[in-house]
């Protein structure tokens, strides 16, 4: 049988904010789709981080993480703010309102909230897959969560734009976004992820495939960043 991607977005999420804690105690995080409950008793949740991920090499050092469910309202630019850079180089919590609870941020306007304990991991070639017990977890306000299925078919459109403005203004205004200009921007011409992996992207085996979507290197065009 063939692998066909679009068979896999069928298995639709939600997406949440991932919060969590570097060890000199910078707060990092990332937008994910891939977590869902497994467990009733104890009360556990499997999450899944790319490798290349910041907050994932954070997550095995602390042993914590928060999450923020979103909601559909959610502006846009969070999740790109989370999603399309990476916490090595960029303060993501100092674009957003957020709260400390127990030591992990989470998005001051969300419709559920989780504070997680890692309790096992399995590395993959991609991907770390994280199962944790919910420590503590609440339901903030009312709203229909935002799903990766409403991301993909429609809301990606704002999140790149806002992500555009974003990095228009913050250029206009001198400030130094820190993002991709220290690197070669490599975005994938399918899903809009922006490659931001410690090994230059012209290095990556031949094989590597986009971590959102799928599909190969020759996808991926250059970008001016
Ligand atoms: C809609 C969307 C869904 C994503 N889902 C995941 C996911 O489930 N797991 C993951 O590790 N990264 C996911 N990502 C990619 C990370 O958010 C992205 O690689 C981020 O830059 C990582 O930042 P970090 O290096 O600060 O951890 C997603 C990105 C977007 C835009």
């Known amino acids: 049988m063939p692998i066909d991607a679009d068979a896999l977005y069928s298995l639709t999420h939600g997406l949440y904010i991932l919060g969590a804690v570097d060890a000199k105690g910078r707060l990092v995080g990332s937008t994910v789709d891939a ?8 009360l556990v949740i499997a999450l899944s981080c790319n490798n290349n991920s ?3 090499e954070c997550i095995e050092q602390s042993g914590a993480f928060s999450l923020s469910v979103m909601g559909k309202t959610v502006d846009p630019f969070v999740v790109a703010n989370f999603g ?3 916490s090595r180089t960029v303060d993501k919590w100092n674009n957003v309102d957020y709260k400390l609870c127990n030591g992990l ?3 001051s306007e969300n419709i559920a909230e989780l504070h997680c ?4 991991k399995i590395i ?3 991907n770390t897959l994280f199962t944790a017990e919910v420590t503590g977890c609440s339901k903030t306000t ?3 969560p935002l799903t990766y299925f409403d991301y993909r078919s429609s809301f990606k ?21 820190k993002m991709a200009e220290t690197k070669k921007k490599w975005v994938c011409t399918v899903c809009g992820y922006v490659y931001d992996g410690e090994v230059p992207f012209e290095e990556l085996p031949d094989d590597y495939v986009c971590p959102l979507c799928g599909v190969g290197k020759d996808m991926f065009e250059q970008q001016d960043a």
Not at 35 to 42: E, G, I, S
Not at 117 to 120: A, D, F, Y
């Open 157 to 177: 459109t704002d999140v790149m734009k806002s992500f555009e403005e974003f990095k228009k203004n913050t250029q206009a205004s001198g400030k130094d976004i």
């Open 54 to 56: 910041y907050t994932k």
């Open 117 to 120: 304990k890692v309790l096992q």
């Open 35 to 42: 977590v869902m409950q497994v467990a009733n008793k104890p």
């Open 124 to 126: 993959y070639d991609s």
């Open 84 to 86: 399309f850079q990476s």
């Open 105 to 107: 941020p989470f998005l």
């Open 142 to 144: 009312g709203g229909e």
